[in-house]
């Protein structure tokens, strides 16, 4: 297992955790002088600042991606179909022009949340045939355009609005599926927050192995939590053992970045600086 | 499946849904008003009428127990361990003066959120393995005493404080450890609210079957959640298939009650005699 504790190096910031403070070119600044490497940007931030010039702004920073947020909201009515391929198709381009390692994915459920104005359902169950149809047609794509899909499951308490996909062997089990070569087309983002409570979790990530670990996010879940969706805690503020889940990933061979992906009312009313000032320290202290 | 259509006869009603609007004499004389014959009460409100007086009012109104609520936080620090099991042994005595068919549990998790004053800990695969010893002394006692013991599964955003058996297929593991004979003495409380996710609920309620069975709870999934402890649904408000889940459970043999346990800060604002009558039409209409 990789030491942490003498720098930052394998630190990425997902620019979710600092959206409220500045834009990307913002926060691409700041991260420099934090010495920072590694970045994970948001479709809509890129999009506010222009495709091209993130690229260019990324590159000319040094920057390495450890992933593109977001793709997915797989599932709807017929009648909103072609939208939601269409839009996961642009975002694959996108992560293609970004140069980014995967694109990461959410995957969507019942269909009334993932795409508005989609008929309502109860039917879970559909849901996850209809986003499993859908993930094999943007396979196609983004394999042709060189993206790796990270499938991330999402906690859950996400299960309704969010995403069908909720423990590392459902997404597991839909890798095997869609790729059983292990081709290295897709995979998951692991993310501590939606998966410490699974009591197969290490079990599942031996399963992974480094062909499906694609990403690593941390962030810590409080007690009490608020909020379900904004949240979230800085690393060492919660109730989650970090450390021991990074000792389970790396011990399959994943050597790519800790991404810090905190969505947090709180941390969003603080100054971007000391939001980046505080990641540093808890990278050496509590991933 | 049964036809709950016409109606209630297999409604409990478990007394925390209208804890706000009286206490226990006035929730089993409300139950008698709309024909409800079914009750799953909570030890603080036998405790506040007294336990004699709670016995003898359930028996005079014909009523039958769905379950006692609850027994559990089995896990602590060394120094509160003796005070946790004292009290679960409380539990299982106050259930059999009760005549309840079982003791449900929330089994606890990490011991500072679970017995307060313990030592805190991150540990919650530490905190499987204590549980499920202390559980096994405390079957030992349910078991001399006729009172079977039904863990409640609880959804994963409870698992650092409330309990670390998440899943179906957690509780069952466990069952299968502490009784592999299939005896009777103990099993599950399914609560539709904390498994409806659950890619594996079907599969796992099919190996379940009827002796592991023990309660059936319901209520919704609201979207949006307010609040992860006190904003759980009416039946019928939410994303839920209750039927479609209701009819896996049947299909097993399981012919018992179908118990409402709405923990809603909204629901307990509304009076007493409204929210039964809800429970009453929407159980003929949404479970």
């Given at each position: 297992m990789r030491d942490f504790s003498h720098d930052h190096r394998w630190l990425s910031i997902n620019t979710a955790t600092v959206r409220?403070?500045?834009d990307l070119s913002a926060i691409i600044e700041a991260c420099k002088r934090h010495g920072i490497r590694g970045l994970a940007p948001w479709r809509e931030q890129v999009a506010a600042i222009g495709l091209k010039r993130a690229a260019a702004e990324i590159r000319a920073g040094g920057f390495a991606l450890s992933g593109y947020c977001r793709g997915g909201?797989?599932?709807?009515?017929a009648a909103h179909h072609a939208a939601a391929m269409d839009d996961n198709y642009r975002a694959v381009d996108e992560a293609a022009e970004l140069q980014a390692p995967c694109l990461v994915l959410v995957?969507?459920?019942?269909p009334q949340f993932s795409r508005a104005g989609s008929t309502p359902s109860k039917d879970i169950a559909g849901a996850r045939r209809q986003m499993e149809d859908n993930l094999a047609l943007l396979l196609d794509y983004a394999r042709r355009a060189g993206v790796p899909l990270a499938i991330e499951p999402l906690?859950?308490?996400?299960?309704?609005?969010?995403?069908?996909?909720?423990t590392l062997r459902h997404a597991l089990d839909i890798c095997d599926r869609l790729d059983p070569a292990r081709s290295g087309s897709i995979g998951v983002a692991l993310d501590v927050y939606h998966?410490?409570?699974?009591?197969?979790l290490e079990a599942q990530i031996a399963r992974a192995g480094p062909a499906r670990l694609l990403a690593f996010h941390v962030c810590d879940w409080l007690v009490?939590?608020?909020?379900?969706?904004?949240d979230r805690g800085m690393?060492?503020?919660?109730?989650?053992?970090i450390p021991r889940i990074r000792g389970w990933v790396e011990a399959?061979?994943?050597?790519g970045y800790a991404e810090v992906e905190i969505f947090s009312t709180a941390w969003w009313q603080r100054p971007l600086d000391e939001v980046l000032a505080t990641c540093v320290a808890r990278h050496k202290t509590s991933v």
């Amino acid at each position: 297992m990789r030491d942490f504790s003498h720098d930052h190096r394998w630190l990425s910031i997902n620019t979710a955790t600092v959206r409220a403070q500045g834009d990307l070119s913002a926060i691409i600044e700041a991260c420099k002088r934090h010495g920072i490497r590694g970045l994970a940007p948001w479709r809509e931030q890129v999009a506010a600042i222009g495709l091209k010039r993130a690229a260019a702004e990324i590159r000319a920073g040094g920057f390495a991606l450890s992933g593109y947020c977001r793709g997915g909201f797989l599932t709807s009515d017929a009648a909103h179909h072609a939208a939601a391929m269409d839009d996961n198709y642009r975002a694959v381009d996108e992560a293609a022009e970004l140069q980014a390692p995967c694109l990461v994915l959410v995957v969507g459920s019942l269909p009334q949340f993932s795409r508005a104005g989609s008929t309502p359902s109860k039917d879970i169950a559909g849901a996850r045939r209809q986003m499993e149809d859908n993930l094999a047609l943007l396979l196609d794509y983004a394999r042709r355009a060189g993206v790796p899909l990270a499938i991330e499951p999402l906690h859950p308490m996400y299960a309704a609005d969010r995403a069908c996909v909720n423990t590392l062997r459902h997404a597991l089990d839909i890798c095997d599926r869609l790729d059983p070569a292990r081709s290295g087309s897709i995979g998951v983002a692991l993310d501590v927050y939606h998966t410490w409570w699974d009591p197969e979790l290490e079990a599942q990530i031996a399963r992974a192995g480094p062909a499906r670990l694609l990403a690593f996010h941390v962030c810590d879940w409080l007690v009490p939590t608020a909020d379900l969706l904004n949240d979230r805690g800085m690393m060492g503020d919660g109730v989650i053992d970090i450390p021991r889940i990074r000792g389970w990933v790396e011990a399959q061979g994943f050597a790519g970045y800790a991404e810090v992906e905190i969505f947090s009312t709180a941390w969003w009313q603080r100054p971007l600086d000391e939001v980046l000032a505080t990641c540093v320290a808890r990278h050496k202290t509590s991933v």
